[in-house]
């Protein structure tokens, strides 16, 4: 379970120093719109929504604690008020987990998500 941090830890240090340009083909592309969302989606929806719904939270008060941390998270990192529309996305992401339990279909939606704004 330690790649999630790990992966996690990559893609914020390249959305702090702002060291990319998006093209199609770069790597930093192929981070933002596959990495970073394995990463998040691990650490987010599988350790800490997870956490919170084994702690007996109802799903939807777990579902929008965990959806405010990634959107503040989002809003420190990129320091851009655009980020915070992220909270809408992450509440459906959080809300097809908590009903199906899948981090797969979770996590093509959030690389999907990210293709479709990049």
């Not at 060291?19 to 599988?46: K, M, Q, V, Y």
């Not at 965990?66 to 992401?93: A, E, K, M, N, Q």
Request: hydrophobic letters at 60%.
């Amino acid at each position: 379970m330690l790649i999630a941090p790990a992966l996690l830890f990559l893609s914020f240090k390249i959305y702090l120093y702002h060291s990319f340009i998006i093209t199609a083909f770069s790597l930093n592309s192929l981070i933002i719109l596959a990495l970073s969302p394995i990463a998040e989606e691990l650490f987010f929806r599988g350790v800490l929504l997870e956490f919170l719904l084994q702690k007996r939270l109802k799903s939807l008060t777990a579902n929008i604690l965990v959806s405010l941390l990634f959107t503040v998270l989002h809003l420190v990192i990129r320091d851009d008020l655009f980020y915070g529309l992220v909270f809408f996305p992450s509440l459906i992401l959080g809300w097809h987990y908590c009903k199906f339990r899948a981090m797969l279909p979770v996590v093509i939606a959030h690389s999907a998500y990210n293709f479709s704004i990049y």
